[in-house]
């Protein structure tokens, strides 16, 4: 049974360009949660994709979006990129139910130059 | 009231001793509370977890002790293992399952 993958595992972009990351979580799991982990922080939650919505979002711009796919799996896109956005980002699943704790992925290391 | 305060930032220990991490929260919502460990270049896997209606939770040689009214928990990893040097980060989750993080706590362990 796979865990959560990611891909891809590292990235670099230019300021100003635009960068798509992808997600496919846990076997049985429909929840997708996206995390930004800067060097020496903790992760910050960015938004959560249930039933193909955006079901919550953290205090992140509108640069940052997300989308679901029917097979639960789910896309990051950050557009018009900031140094600041340089990070490691994160998905994680859940089953539905709000009871059941977020299991993660690897994550993608976007570095923005 | 989001944030949840974790402590210390870095902790040496010496093979088979006792790594103790704590946290503090503000926001009475959180209703779970899960430790992750973190080693460099991978992404935080679950440790160990615990919900408010209960004082203390051990799974082998981790423990969660939670303290409602206090608003504080900690995490004691006994017979601490240089293979147990890692990040360690507490969370808080409210409902629908969105977690708010520690600051993260890097543990070394001398052999």
């Known amino acids: 049974d796979a865990g959560v993958t990611q891909s891809p595992t590292h990235l670099i972009k230019t300021r100003g360009q635009q960068v798509t990351l992808r997600c496919s979580p846990k076997s049985g799991h429909d929840t997708v949660s996206w995390y930004q982990q800067a060097l020496g922080q903790g992760p910050q939650f960015i938004f959560q994709y249930y039933e193909e919505e955006e079901r919550q979002r953290g205090n992140f711009p509108d640069r940052f979006s997300g989308h679901q796919f029917p097979n639960y799996s789910s896309e990051l896109n950050v557009n018009a990129l900031l140094l600041g956005d340089s990070a490691l980002y994160l998905c994680a699943s859940s089953p539905g139910s709000a009871q059941e704790t977020q299991y993660f992925g690897p994550g993608t290391r976007l570095l923005v130059l | 009231q989001q944030q949840v305060k974790q402590s210390p930032q870095s902790l040496i220990v010496q093979k088979g001793g006792i790594s103790i991490i704590n946290c503090a929260y503000e926001?009475?919502?959180?209703?779970?509370f899960p430790w992750y460990q973190q080693f460099p270049g991978k992404g935080p896997a679950l440790l160990i977890a615990i919900r408010p209606d209960v004082s203390e939770k051990k799974e082998g040689r981790f423990t969660i002790s939670f303290n409602k009214s206090a608003k504080q928990f900690s995490l004691h990893i006994m017979d601490s293992q240089p293979g147990d040097s890692a990040t360690y980060f507490c969370?808080?989750?409210?409902?629908?399952?969105?977690?708010?993080f520690g600051e993260g706590t890097q543990l070394t362990v001398n052999p």
């Open positions: 969370a808080a989750r409210t409902s629908g399952s969105r977690l708010t």
């Open positions: 926001n009475t919502a959180f209703d779970y």
